[in-house]
């Protein structure tokens, strides 16, 4: 087959790739559509690879197209994605269901081989059945909302509050709003810096937008936060729009150092707001709820898709140009996606 191999930093080359077997208990799936994760963006552009050669992508769906020995429930056609952690079920992590928090992963995309390529295996314990009504561009999606559920799950959240969403017009942060407003929320409110995100964030449920470079911002007010962008400056605003007795979630993943002055950080003493983070997005049964209720909302339109979530589309052998577009700074405003025809 061919895939998008990554044989060093900034170089990904259309080939010849060993075609994937269908082991006993594995499938084998035709990849139709894969996104480009920021976590993708250092192992391509910054010597982020595990090792080369290696594929890439663990955000896709498509359709099986072998089954292996033992696999029951599933069938060639099937549309699914695949959740990409590969947990050794073994450690005490696991065996408390805790598969995020596995030491002993693997990973599709990462550490394995993955989906930037004309198809890709995994356990079939990994594959997630979608409606064939669901596009495949949308069913790429799968992996960020299940990370914007697991971090609305790990807050305790409960419906009836007022809910702040920071980097809410990116993609996790759409999600994570979506979540909010599905499970009950009296209001959600989206921050970012884009009008741009800000006016998809209101056309997907939110019911206040506002730009944190210009906007009026209300602090002390919300009892859910969470922050989905990572950035220090946001996380910096979550300790200050936090309530009293608030809960504050961290899902976005940093990647400066952070300070915080002991008056903000005494925010967190005054308010008696909980802190938590967010890893990944799994729970047992494996692969959790939060694959399950993606997959199902999915379905029948209450967590929705807007195409132009997606910032551009590629064909799977000009991945390399794709990665070309995250050189420049704020150059990319929406999700990056490969397709096989």
């Not at 697991?150 to 980097?167: E, K, M, P, Q, S």
């Not at 470079?213 to 950035?231: H, M, P, R």
Request: proline share 6%.
């Amino acid at each position: 087959m061919k895939a998008a191999v990554l044989y060093a930093n900034d170089d990904i080359r259309w080939a010849d790739w060993p075609a994937p077997e269908a082991r006993p208990g594995h499938v084998v799936v035709k990849v139709k559509s894969a996104g480009i994760c920021g976590s993708d963006v250092p192992r391509v552009l910054q010597n982020g690879a595990h090792y080369y050669p290696i594929v890439l992508g663990h955000e896709f769906s498509g359709e099986i197209a072998e089954v292996g020995e033992g696999v029951e429930g599933f069938a060639v056609g099937d549309t699914v994605t695949g959740a990409p952690l590969l947990p050794c079920m073994v450690c005490a992590d696991c065996q408390k269901g805790n598969f995020s928090l596995c030491k002993h992963y693997g990973f599709i995309g990462s550490r394995d081989q993955g989906a930037f390529a004309e198809y890709v295996a995994f356990p079939a314990a990994n594959a997630v059945r979608f409606d064939p009504a669901v596009s495949f561009d949308q069913a790429a999606f799968f992996e960020p909302s299940t990370i914007a559920l697991h971090g609305v799950r790990l807050n305790g959240y409960i419906g009836g509050a007022d809910v702040a969403v920071l980097g809410g017009g990116g993609t996790i942060g759409l999600f994570t709003l979506q979540w909010a407003r599905i499970f009950g929320a009296k209001s959600v409110t989206a921050f970012d810096i884009s009008d741009e995100r800000l006016a998809r964030a209101a056309k997907l449920g939110a019911d206040a937008a506002v730009n944190t470079l210009t906007g009026d911002i209300e602090k002390d007010k919300y009892n859910f936060v969470f922050d989905a962008s990572g950035q220090p400056d946001t996380i910096r605003l979550s300790f200050e729009l936090a309530a009293n007795r608030a809960r504050v979630c961290l899902i976005g993943t940093p990647t400066k150092d952070i300070t915080f002055t002991p008056r903000l950080w005494e925010d967190m003493n005054r308010k008696e707001f909980l802190l938590t983070g967010s890893w990944m997005s799994y729970s047992a049964p494996f692969p959790g709820e939060e694959w399950e209720l993606t997959a199902r909302y999915f379905s029948d339109g209450r967590l929705k898709y807007d195409p132009a979530m997606v910032f551009k589309r590629f064909p799977m052998e000009r991945a390399q140009e794709a990665f070309g577009l995250f050189k420049e700074p704020g150059k990319v405003k929406g999700k990056v996606l490969l397709y096989n025809p």
